[in-house]
């Protein structure tokens, strides 16, 4: 019992793996042929497996696309769920914010990759992923603490009254070009004299830069 109980432990863990390698696979597939011109045979070639493997986890394309766009929506859900309820100054929260995101972006350098095509193409499946889980959303006008949060800080005057969801978006996509254009120029930046610690230096800076430009837009002087 012991044996066959290690064996599908082992087996559960492969097919993990191969379906991670499929999606990572699939990633780089959308990103550079889009949604429409992406192919299942070549996503199986980049995974290396066969066709019917990839079939039989994900059936056709498109639920190959959704279910990328659903591991990355929850990683964004699980790192944002986790940011501490402490009561912090409105800087330390937007701080905290950008930091839940370029973890995701650092950890897993092919997602900004498809959250850029995806806005570009207009967002629409991602969107339609956002209104099937709204009641998970840290950000939601209902239930989300992060949106009670910034609600709060408005209430005792720290900070400006704005559009919550317009500033998280800002916060945000002001960090994403940078690590995707870094997932994008990879290996490639060296040719250029670009090292790994230059490019991370670049995108440390940038998150001061963000965080000064939006302390100058919505903290109350």
């Known amino acids: 019992m012991a044996g066959m109980t290690g064996g599908l432990i082992v087996a559960e863990k492969d097919e993990i ?5 499929i999606l990572k696979a699939a990633i780089d597939e959308f990103v550079e042929y889009g949604f429409y011109g992406a192919r299942t045979q070549n996503i199986a070639n ?12 994900f059936r056709n394309k498109e639920n ?4 990328t766009l659903k591991t990355l929506f929850f990683k964004v859900m699980e790192k944002l769920n986790n940011i501490s309820d402490e009561p912090v100054e409105p800087e330390k929260k937007m701080d905290q914010i950008l930091d839940a995101f370029m973890e995701i972006f650092t950890d897993s350098t092919f997602y900004p ?8 193409r207009g967002g629409d499946r991602l969107a339609k992923l956002v209104r099937e ?12 603490k992060i949106y009670k949060y910034f609600k709060n800080q408005m209430k005792t005057g720290k900070i400006k009254r ?12 002001q960090v994403v070009p940078v690590y995707g254009a870094k997932a994008l120029i990879g290996d490639k930046a060296k ?3 670009i090292g790994d610690m230059a490019l991370n230096k670049f995108v440390r800076d940038r998150k001061k830069f963000v965080l000064d430009i939006m302390k100058e837009g919505v903290l109350k002087k």
Do not use: C, Q, W
């Open 46 to 57: 980049r995974a290396k497996v066969n066709k019917a493997m990839l079939h039989y986890y």
């Open 113 to 120: 990759k498809l959250l850029l095509y995806e806005i570009i």
């Open 191 to 193: 040719l250029f004299g």
């Open 64 to 67: 190959i696309y959704d279910e």
């Open 162 to 173: 704005v559009n919550i969801y317009h500033l998280l978006i800002s916060l945000i996509a």
């Open 133 to 144: 889980n709204l009641l998970l959303i840290p950000v939601n006008p209902l239930t989300g």
């Open 17 to 21: 793996k191969t379906k991670d390698r």
